[in-house]
């Protein structure tokens, strides 16, 4: 069996090797090559912890396992440790033995960060310019870098609740030699595409506080209870999402289609329109609205492509299982 250590994981893995593993898993999903199981989250009574596996089984990629970890609200205080913790791991398909471990922490960023960047890449209007973001946070940071690479953009903008966290947000957009403005909510209008990525349970962005044509990523909601959008958006917008199943329970659209606003056939898996086989935008003022729910495919897709390039950098830990 392979070792692969978190703190490996930052020299092998690249944005755009988590873009084209997340890109290829989103459509073997879509093409019925691809599932996931379904999810386990428990609060388990101890730390205030919440734990859970995410796993699947990509026949196309031949990828078997699943990632195990969660939350631990009192690590950071109590232990100086990250409070989301995570392992990938990966059994071979032909005999069930185990086949490779992986550090999931910043694989986790990585492989969310590359979803809403799958989704503006198909989704978002070719001469997107203004990027908006919603939450400033941990996961903020990795979604703006990667989706800075999808479009020209000449400019960011920003909201956050807790506004002082902005700047983490605004290094970004000037390392990437772009201004960034905070703004007020009615001021994200200004902008083509958007990331919300927060840990709300009310919304925050209104329907009215989006343009026509925009691409909006809703990639905070994945658990039941939490909403970053008003449902109304989603009857204006074209929505879609990694996983039906996953959004209409655990997403965005758990909302909408709880009050009856829309149907879940209303909700179209993006990697149906990376094969092609539905259509995604098909006008300049359409909304498009992407509810990335987090599936453990990506996780899984993301950590083999990561064996691959530990074994051929030669940091591989091999153990004998
Ligand atoms: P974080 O704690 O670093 O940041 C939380 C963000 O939410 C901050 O911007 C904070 O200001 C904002 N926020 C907190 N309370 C709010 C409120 N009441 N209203 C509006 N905004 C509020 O967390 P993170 O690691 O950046 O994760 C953000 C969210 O993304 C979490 O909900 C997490 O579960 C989710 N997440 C989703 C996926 C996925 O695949 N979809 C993957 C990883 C994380």
């Given at each position: 069996?392979?070792?692969?250590?978190?703190?490996?994981?930052?020299?092998?893995?690249?944005?755009?090797?988590?873009?084209?593993?997340?890109?290829?898993?989103?459509?073997?999903?879509?093409?019925?090559?691809?599932?996931?199981?379904?999810?386990?989250?428990?609060?388990?009574?101890?730390?205030?912890?919440?734990?859970?596996?995410?796993?699947?089984?990509?026949?196309?990629?031949?990828?078997?396992?699943?990632?195990?970890?969660?939350y631990?609200?009192?690590?950071?205080?109590?232990?100086?440790?990250?409070?989301?913790?995570?392992?990938?791991l990966?059994?071979?398909?032909?005999?069930?033995?185990?086949?490779?471990?992986?550090?999931?922490?910043?694989?986790t960023?990585?492989?969310?960060?590359?979803?809403?960047?799958?989704?503006?890449?198909?989704?978002?209007?070719?001469?997107?310019?203004?990027?908006?973001?919603?939450?400033?946070?941990?996961?903020?940071?990795?979604?703006?870098?990667?989706?800075?690479?999808?479009?020209?953009?000449?400019?960011?903008?920003?909201?956050?609740?807790?506004?002082?966290?902005?700047?983490?947000?605004?290094?970004?957009?000037?390392?990437?030699?772009?201004?960034?403005?905070a703004?007020?909510?009615?001021?994200?209008?200004?902008?083509?595409?958007?990331?919300?990525?927060?840990?709300?349970?009310?919304?925050?962005?209104?329907?009215?506080?989006?343009?026509e044509?925009?691409?909006?990523?809703?990639?905070?909601?994945?658990?039941?209870?939490?909403q970053e959008?008003?449902?109304e958006?989603?009857?204006?917008?074209?929505?879609?999402?990694?996983?039906?199943?996953?959004?209409?329970?655990?997403?965005?659209?758990?909302?909408?289609?709880?009050?009856?606003?829309?149907?879940?056939?209303?909700?179209?898996?993006?990697?149906?329109?990376?094969n092609?086989?539905?259509?995604?935008r098909?006008?300049?003022?359409?909304?498009?609205?992407?509810?990335?729910?987090?599936?453990?495919?990506?996780?899984?897709?993301?950590?083999?492509?990561?064996?691959?390039?530990?074994?051929?950098?030669?940091?591989?830990?091999?153990?004998?299982?």
């Amino acid at each position: 069996m392979l070792i692969v250590p978190e703190r490996e994981i930052a020299d092998l893995m690249t944005r755009e090797a988590a873009f084209d593993a997340v890109e290829k898993v989103f459509a073997a999903m879509a093409s019925g090559n691809a599932y996931n199981f379904p999810v386990v989250r428990e609060a388990i009574g101890h730390e205030e912890a919440l734990y859970g596996f995410k796993g699947g089984f990509d026949q196309a990629g031949l990828t078997l396992g699943l990632k195990a970890g969660g939350y631990w609200p009192n690590n950071l205080e109590k232990r100086n440790l990250i409070n989301h913790q995570s392992t990938v791991l990966l059994f071979d398909p032909d005999t069930g033995k185990a086949k490779a471990m992986v550090g999931g922490n910043l694989l986790t960023a990585l492989r969310t960060a590359a979803a809403s960047s799958v989704s503006i890449k198909h989704l978002a209007r070719e001469d997107a310019k203004v990027i908006g973001m919603v939450g400033a946070g941990h996961q903020a940071t990795f979604q703006l870098r990667a989706a800075l690479e999808q479009r020209n953009f000449e400019k960011v903008i920003g909201w956050n609740y807790h506004p002082e966290m902005l700047p983490n947000i605004e290094k970004v957009a000037n390392e990437a030699g772009l201004p960034f403005e905070a703004v007020a909510l009615p001021g994200l209008r200004e902008a083509d595409v958007i990331i919300s990525i927060t840990s709300a349970f009310s919304p925050s962005v209104m329907a009215g506080h989006i343009s026509e044509g925009t691409h909006i990523a809703c990639m905070g909601t994945d658990t039941k209870g939490k909403q970053e959008v008003e449902a109304e958006l989603l009857v204006r917008a074209n929505v879609f999402t990694d996983e039906v199943a996953q959004s209409v329970s655990i997403g965005e659209a758990q909302h909408a289609v709880g009050q009856g606003l829309i149907k879940d056939t209303d909700v179209a898996e993006i990697g149906a329109v990376i094969n092609g086989t539905i259509a995604g935008r098909t006008s300049p003022d359409q909304i498009t609205l992407f509810d990335g729910t987090g599936v453990g495919l990506q996780d899984l897709a993301v950590a083999a492509a990561v064996v691959d390039l530990a074994v051929k950098k030669g940091v591989a830990i091999e153990v004998d299982f």
